[in-house]
Every structure is written in C-alpha cells, then in structure tokens.
C-alpha cells in the first residue's frame, strides 16, 4: 500500500517528539504521573464549595465590595465586645 501526500517529518520536529518522549520516560521512571480525570478536582472543588456561604449581598453590595453580612470590622467588633 502506498500513501500519497503525506509530508516528511523536519529534522527539529522528530528532534522535539524524541525529547518529549525521553521526558515522558523519566516522568514515568520517576513515579510522576499525569491526572488522566478530572473528576476528583472537580469533587473536591464542589465539596470545598459547600463550605462557602452564600453571598446574599444586593447587586450593588457587590458591584461597590461592600463587605459580606457578618464580616465586617463593624461585625466583628460587636462579637469581640
């Protein structure tokens, strides 16, 4: 079978897919691995997410930075008094 068309490869573009390869054998030989899945961040990032209250300022409020009910220097002035 004889394929038509097709470009050879330059001399630094087989140099670069050497190196990539030389570097993808001592990640590996190394114990590095690549996260093949998002799914664990993306559990991770919900749970830590739950954590966060819910911002119940007025489109205003956080348009200016007003400060979140409750974690103002006025607030928590009042729960140190």
């Known amino acids: 079978m ?3 068309n097709v470009p050879k490869r330059s001399k630094s573009k087989t140099a ?3 190196i990539a390869r ?4 001592a990640r590996k030989a ?7 899945s998002s799914h ?3 559990e991770q990032a919900r749970r830590l997410m739950a ?9 205003t409020g956080r348009v200016c930075g ?5 974690r103002s220097a006025l607030d928590r ?4 008094a």
């Not at 030389?22 to 054998?25: G, L």
């Not at 190394?30 to 093949?36: I, K, P, Q, W």
């Open 30 to 36: 190394a114990g590095l691995t690549y996260m093949v």
């Open 22 to 25: 030389e570097v993808s054998a």
């Open 16 to 18: 670069d897919l050497q």
């Open 77 to 80: 002035q009042h729960r140190e």
């Open 2 to 4: 004889t394929i038509h």
């Open 66 to 70: 007003d400060p979140l009910p409750g």
């Open 51 to 59: 954590f966060i209250p819910r911002d119940t300022r007025s489109l």
């Open 40 to 42: 664990a961040v993306d």
